[in-house]
């Protein structure tokens, strides 16, 4: 399974932006990047998905390099409801929903 | 639309009893994921259940099994409960579409175990 690779903590001050990276130097062509977050005591909720074109929704906009083995999650104005687990994981068409979650990024939004 | 809903939220085991946790997925939803979420291995996906049959399965020992319902929702069990078993199981359902690497998931708040 292809792997990512995301920094341990961020911190962002409120109505900041911030720009959480992830790395998937071995992604396959069919492979797409997810992005889920977890709020405390609650489960993961979906943030934003793509392929190959960057994405925008409400929630956030996710920027896919070029080659696809690095992309980037942006909020544009992070609240202290943002303030979460940041998980980026690739989903391989052939493996339905066997979701591989990393580490995942934790998100601190300083009022 | 109700969310998935898990039950019971918190269990108390001991060790070598056996566990039976519930799912019941967002309504029209087919497909029943199951994961565990512990401090030292994160999240980790432990089966998938697709029209009532088992379609993915992830690396964990036999003592861990589930089952799907005709209304889709879905069991899971734990035999012969160990200490290592403590942890946030958590359910997520998704409404499949052509492309299962598009279908978006959608998790329950979950059931904490723990194994005394």
């Known amino acids: 399974d292809a792997k990512t690779t995301q920094p341990n903590s961020m911190e962002s001050n409120e109505e900041e932006p911030v720009h959480l990276p992830c790395n998937h130097s071995?992604?396959?062509?069919?492979?797409?990047i997810h992005w889920y977050r977890q709020l405390p005591s609650q489960g993961p909720e979906y943030v934003i998905h793509?392929?190959?074109s960057n994405v925008n929704n409400r929630m956030a906009s996710l920027a896919i390099a070029e080659d696809r083995k690095s992309s980037t999650l942006i909020l544009h104005r992070a609240t202290l409801r943002d303030a979460a687990v940041y998980y980026c994981?690739?989903?391989?068409?052939?493996?339905?929903?066997?979701?591989?979650f990393g580490a995942g990024t934790r998100l601190t939004v300083k009022p | 639309k109700a969310g998935v809903t898990q039950t019971p939220r918190y269990l108390i085991k001991t060790r070598g009893q056996q566990v039976t946790l519930s799912c019941s997925p967002i309504?029209?939803?087919?497909?029943v994921s199951w994961y565990q979420q512990t401090p030292g291995q994160g999240l980790q996906f432990l089966f998938e259940?697709?029209?009532?049959?088992?379609?993915n399965k992830g690396n964990f020992p036999g003592r861990f099994s589930g089952r799907q319902f005709s209304n889709s929702r879905s069991e899971m069990n734990v035999s012969t409960l160990e200490l290592g078993d403590s942890a946030l199981y958590l359910c997520?359902?998704?409404?499949?579409?052509?492309?299962?690497?598009?279908?978006?998931?959608?998790f329950g708040p979950g059931t904490r175990l723990l194994v005394l």
């Open positions: 071995t992604i396959s062509g069919t492979d797409y």
């Open positions: 997520a359902s998704s409404l499949p579409n052509s492309g299962g690497a598009q279908e978006t998931q959608y």
């Open positions: 994981i690739l989903r391989d068409s052939y493996n339905n929903n066997d979701m591989r």
């Open positions: 259940y697709f029209s009532e049959t088992q379609r």
């Open positions: 309504s029209g939803h087919r497909s």
């Open positions: 793509g392929l190959t």
